[in-house]
Nanobody
Framework: QVQLVESGGGLVQPGGSLSVSCAAS????????MGWYRQAPGKNRDKVAT???????IYADSVKGRFTISRDNVKRTVTLEMNSLKPEDTAVYLC?????????WGQGTQVTVSS
């Protein structure tokens, strides 16, 4: 059974930092593309960042220079470090995994940026 369990969301002030992590089980983690999406109320689910099995990363333009994605293949985790957070970063952040033609999703963790 595939499980992606997110942790680390919360409330942070504008300009602050926060990290979210995802622990994966039941998948071929080392071979999987891992990533983070986010979804704000009433909006589409948007890709934030992805990281391949070899460590290549892709970021949405809106987060480039502020967010960093990383993975630990031993611990089977993927982490998104978020800096210089803005109110428009407020959303549910969802962990994502792709292996071949199969996609898997976590339940999401709420990130709220507000003063």
């Amino acid at each position: 059974q595939v499980q992606l369990v997110e942790s680390g969301g919360g409330l942070v002030q504008p300009g602050g930092s926060l990290s979210v992590s995802c622990a994966a089980s039941g998948i071929g983690f080392r071979s999987s593309v891992m990533g983070w999406y986010r979804q704000a109320p009433g909006k589409n689910r948007d890709k934030v960042a992805t990281i391949t099995s070899s460590g290549s990363t892709i970021y949405a333009d809106s987060v480039k220079g502020r967010f960093t994605i990383s993975r630990d293949n031993v611990k089977r985790t993927v982490t998104l470090e978020m800096n210089s957070l803005k109110p428009e970063d407020t959303a549910v952040y969802l962990c994502f995994s792709r292996l071949g033609a199969r996609d898997y999703w976590g339940q999401g963790t709420q990130v709220t940026v507000s003063s």
